[in-house]
C-alpha cells in the first residue's frame, strides 16, 4: 500500500490542471501583471517563486491562481496542500511558464495574489506610528529594501509619493521578501503627505548625505515621518524646508553616498535602538520610584 506522503502527492498532483496554451486567460493575465509592473485592475499581483507564493499564502493573500511548471513538480506537491479550494492550480509546460515570467532561469512557481488596500488611518494605527516616506524612488530594489527594512524596525506603514516605483512591481516584491504583502503601504503626493502627518502630529525628518544633524545625536522617539529621497536627485527643497530636521549619515569622505535602501535601513535602526532605549530607562525609572 502506499504511505501517506505518496498519497498527498498524488492528491495535490490530481488537482493541477494542464494548460498548454501562452493564450490562456490566467496565462496572459500572469504575463500582463509581470510586464507591466503592477497589480491589475482587479488588484492582482504577479508573485514568482516557491518562497514568495508561500509568503503571500502565510500573510493571509488570497491566490487567484498557482503556476507550475512541468519541471517543478516536486515543489507543486509541498505547495497546492496550502492553497484554498478556491485557487486555480495550473500546469504548464516549461516554455509556456517561462514566456509568462520576468527571470531567466524561472524556479517553476508563480501566483496572482489578491493585493490588501490600506488606508492613511491603517499607515497610522500604532500609538507611536512610524512612517517612511518614499520620495520618487524609483529603484525596485531599494524600494524593496525599504519595505523590508521598514517591518523589520517597526515601522508602521510607508508612503509611496509620485515618481516612486510601484510597490508591487515584482522587482520590488522579491526585494521586500514578502514584507510587501503585510506593511501597510498607500500612494499619495509628496505635499500632502507632508501635510498630513504634521496635521495628524508626527515630527518629520529628512536624510541627507552631506547636511543636517549627525545620526547619532538625532532625536527620533516621537511619533515619525521618515522621508528618503530619490537616488540621484534627493530631496526637493520644498520638501526639505516641510520638514523639522535633516539628519545625516556619517560615513568615510571616500564615499559620495549611501543608497536610498541602506540610508534607510541605516536610519530606521537608530530609530529602533532609540525607542529600545527610551521604553528601557522608562521601565528603570517606574521600578526605582514605584
Not at 492550480?89 to 509546460?93: Q, V
Not at 541605516?266 to 530609530?271: D, H, I, N, S, W
Given at each position: 500500500?502506499p504511505n ?7 492528491e495535490?498532483?490530481?488537482r493541477l490542471r494542464?494548460?498548454?496554451?501562452r493564450?490562456h486567460p490566467?496565462?496572459?493575465?500572469l ?7 503592477a497589480a491589475t ?5 504577479a508573485?514568482e ?5 508561500e ?12 503556476f ?7 515543489r507543486a506537491?509541498?505547495l497546492?496542500?496550502q492553497?484554498?479550494?478556491?485557487t486555480e ?5 516549461d516554455?509556456v511558464?517561462s514566456?509568462?515570467?520576468l527571470?531567466g532561469?524561472p ?5 496572482l495574489?489578491?493585493?490588501?488596500n490600506f488606508s492613511l488611518?491603517?499607515v497610522l ?5 512610524l512612517?517612511?516616506?518614499?520620495g520618487?524612488?524609483q529603484d ?5 529594501t ?5 517591518e523589520?524596525f ?11 516605483v ?7 516584491v522579491?526585494?521586500?521578501a514578502?514584507s ?8 499619495l503626493?509628496?505635499?500632502a503627505a507632508l ?5 495628524r502630529?508626527?515630527r518629520?525628518?529628512a ?11 538625532a532625536?527620533?522617539?516621537a511619533?515619525?515621518g521618515?522621508l528618503?529621497g ?5 530631496l526637493p ?12 549619515i556619517?560615513h568615510?569622505e571616500?564615499?559620495d553616498?549611501?543608497?536610498?535602501g541602506?540610508?534607510?535601513a ?6 529602533a535602538r ?5 521604553t528601557?530607562?522608562t521601565?528603570?525609572h517606574r521600578?526605582?520610584?514605584?
Open positions: 500500500m501517506h506522503a505518496t498519497h498527498r502527492a498524488g495535490a498532483l490530481g494542464p494548460v498548454a496554451s493564450q490566467l496565462v496572459k493575465e504575463r500582463r501583471a509581470f510586464a507591466e509592473g485592475s482587479d488588484g492582482h499581483c508573485v517563486g516557491a518562497h514568495l507564493v509568503e503571500a499564502i502565510r500573510s493571509g493573500l488570497r491566490l487567484k491562481a498557482a507550475f511548471s512541468d519541471s517543478a513538480r516536486e506537491t509541498k497546492i496542500p492553497l484554498s479550494a478556491h492550480a495550473l500546469l504548464l509546460p516554455d511558464f514566456s509568462a515570467v527571470t532561469a524556479q517553476g512557481v508563480a501566483a495574489a489578491k493585493t490588501k488611518d491603517d494605527r500604532p500609538p507611536e506610528p512612517v517612511v516616506i518614499a520618487g524612488i525596485p530594489g531599494n524600494l524593496g525599504m519595505i523590508r527594512t521598514a523589520a517597526g515601522g508602521s506603514g510607508l508612503i509611496a509619493t509620485e515618481n516612486t510601484n510597490h508591487f512591481n515584482p522587482k520590488v522579491r526585494a521586500s514578502g510587501v504583502f503585510r506593511l501597510p503601504i498607500i500612494q503626493a509628496l505635499d501635510s498630513e502627518l504634521r496635521r502630529g508626527l518629520l525628518v536624510t541627507s548625505s552631506h547636511k543636517g544633524d549627525s545620526l547619532p545625536d532625536a527620533l522617539i511619533p515619525l521618515l528618503i530619490n537616488e540621484g536627485a534627493g527643497k520644498t520638501a526639505l524646508a516641510a520638514v523639522d530636521a535633516v539628519v545625516r556619517p568615510s571616500r564615499v553616498s549611501l543608497n536610498a541602506v540610508a534607510a541605516v536610519v530606521l535602526y537608530e530609530v532609540q525607542r529600545s532605549t527610551s528601557t530607562e521601565q528603570n521600578e526605582k520610584h514605584g
